[in-house]
Antibody, heavy 119, light 111 residues
Framework: QVHLQESGPGLLKPSETLSLTCAVS?????????WGWIRQPPGKGLEWIGT???????YCNPSLKSRVTISVDTSKNQFSLRLNSVTAADTAVYYC????????????WGQGTLVTVSS | QSALTQPRSVSGSPGQSVTISCTGT?????????VSWYQQHPGKAPKLMIYDVTNRPSGVPDRFSGSRSGNTASLTISGLQAEDEADYFCCSYAGSYIYVLFGGGTKLTVL
């Protein structure tokens, strides 16, 4: 059974870069599935950030595209998120997810990690 | 692109049925078979309940069903149980630029 686990700093200052890693266990990241990131500001709804395939091919939310990089490390069976120039509006629980080629069938989720942006 | 539109809250008594709507456009909900629904309990990660408009993943009770009419998708929960009280989010593919849209979420209260 696949297990996803996010890791990374929980507190950032404005203008810094958010870097999170999702370790995948119980399943090869080289499979036919896609891997992505979704965030949820406290008390609010879900926002898709982006998706990457094991080849490194990625696509992102156009509203975040200029600040987002999603990459994959198949040797470590993990993938990562970088979000540049963070502001308070980027404060959220960040989830890593898995989905099939149905684009929105997020069938496995990490537990989520809270990232707070504050000076 | 705006988020998909869901009612902020719905409620029902145990044993009753409730339906949560998710309204989009012909460029998202009405245009593709890729619509999914998620259940989220407080402090927990969302859980996939319905995919491809009508399909249930293994392990999801058949009390949960999905449908679509035009640009509106719906999640129906029959035989309400106390553990169904949660937030529910719809999600749709929106083409090869926007890609993924979520609804704002609906809080289900079991009275």
């Amino acid at each position: 059974q696949v297990h996803l686990q996010e890791s990374g700093p929980g507190l950032l200052k404005p203008s810094e870069t958010l870097s999170l890693t999702c370790a995948v266990s119980g399943y090869s990241i080289r499979s036919t599935y896609y891997w992505g990131w979704i965030r949820q500001p406290p008390g609010k709804g879900l926002e898709w950030i982006g998706t990457v395939w094991h080849t490194g091919s990625a696509y992102c939310n156009p509203s975040l595209k200029s600040r987002v990089t999603i990459s994959v490390d198949t040797s470590k069976n993990q993938f990562s998120l970088r979000l540049n120039s963070v502001t308070a509006a980027d404060t959220a629980v960040y989830y890593c997810v898995r989905h099939d080629d149905g684009y929105v069938n997020f069938d496995s989720w990490g537990q989520g990690t809270l990232v707070t942006v504050s000076s | 692109q705006s988020a998909l539109t869901q009612p902020r809250s719905v409620s029902g008594s145990p044993g009753q049925s409730v339906t949560i709507s998710c309204t989009g456009t012909s460029s998202d909900v009405g245009g593709y078979k890729y619509v999914s629904w998620y259940q989220q309990h407080p402090g927990k990660a969302p859980k996939l309940m319905i995919y491809d408009v009508t399909n249930r993943p293994s392990g999801v009770p058949d009390r949960f069903s999905g449908s679509r009419s035009g640009n509106t998708a719906s999640l129906t929960i029959s035989g309400l149980q106390a553990e169904d009280e949660a937030d529910y989010f719809c999600c749709s593919y929106a083409g090869s630029y926007i890609y993924v849209l979520f609804g704002g979420g609906t809080k289900l209260t079991v009275l």
